[in-house]
């Protein structure tokens, strides 16, 4: 379950390098900021900087990796009664990904996932919203 955390913070770091791209900034800028901030993770120290913004996509992890751990915390969130909406949200996100990507997917191809409203408009009917986000 310890990898959990890891998965979260690696959507929220490809969410984040998405807006900041959208808004018009570089992505070796995004990192830097990052990597000199709060924001400074795993995610911003190895796998943006190896694997992702060279393109390789080869950080030797598979998206179904990420998406048991999800599953096994949020299989026991259900089996304590709990409500972590997180992480239900999280792997509802891997769940769309293994969907459009495949399950042996390189983990850092979530960079590619997250980097496209298609992807988000799909994910926001798959999590009950009407609408994705707010076009431009």
Excluded at 7 to 20: D, K, Q, R, S, Y
Excluded at 64 to 82: A, F, N, S, V, W
Aim: net charge positive; glycine share 10%.
């Amino acid at each position: 379950a310890h990898f959990g955390g890891g998965v979260i913070g690696a959507l929220a770091t490809c969410e984040a390098f998405w807006m900041g791209t959208a808004l018009g900034l570089q992505e070796p800028l995004l990192l830097d900021v990052f990597q000199n901030s709060n924001a400074r993770s795993y995610e911003t120290e190895l796998r943006f900087p190896r694997f992702i913004l060279p393109r390789t996509f080869q950080s030797g992890a598979a998206i179904q990796t990420g998406y048991k751990d999800l599953k096994l915390i949020t299989d026991l969130e259900h089996r304590l009664g709990m409500d972590l909406p997180l992480a239900t949200t999280v792997r509802k996100y891997w769940e769309a990904a293994m969907d459009r990507l495949g399950g042996q997917a390189d983990f850092s191809r979530m960079y590619q996932f997250v980097n496209g409203k298609r992807d988000l408009t799909t994910l926001a009917a798959r999590l009950g919203r009407r609408r994705g986000p707010r076009s431009r």
